[in-house]
Nanobody
Framework: QVQLVESGGGLVQPGGSLRLSCVVS????????VGWYRQAPGKQRELVAR???????NYADSVKGRFTISRDNAKNTLYLQMNNLKPEDTAVYYC????????WGQGTQVTVSS
């Protein structure tokens, strides 16, 4: 059974921080890479960050230096530490494999606003 359960979103002021978590099915977590995606209103879903089984990471240019992706293999859990948040980071955040499978969890809403 596929499991993608995101949590940790919320409302935060510009410059603030949030840490997202995602419990991932082993069948997905053991893929070559897993990642965080986001979808803002009226925009397409985009890859924010990804991490391979070996721990190599890649980030979208818009979040480099502010976001950090990590994984806990023992817990099949993916994390996204988001610092210095900006209003343009407002979106629903999802986790998935990379490439993504054709199934998405409910996501977690992140709203950055004063």
């Amino acid at each position: 059974q596929v499991q993608l359960v995101e949590s940790g979103g919320g409302l935060v002021q510009p410059g603030g921080s949030l840490r997202l978590s995602c419990v991932v099915s082993g069948s997905i977590f053991n893929r070559y890479a897993v990642g965080w995606y986001r979808q803002a209103p009226g925009k397409q879903r985009e890859l924010v960050a990804r991490i391979t089984n070996g721990g190599s990471t890649n980030y979208a240019d818009s979040v480099k230096g502010r976001f950090t992706i990590s994984r806990d293999n023992a817990k099949n859990t993916l994390y996204l530490q988001m610092n210095n948040l900006k209003p343009e980071d407002t979106a629903v955040y999802y986790c998935n494999g990379h490439p993504a499978i054709d199934y998405w969890g409910q996501g977690t809403q992140v709203t950055v606003s004063s």
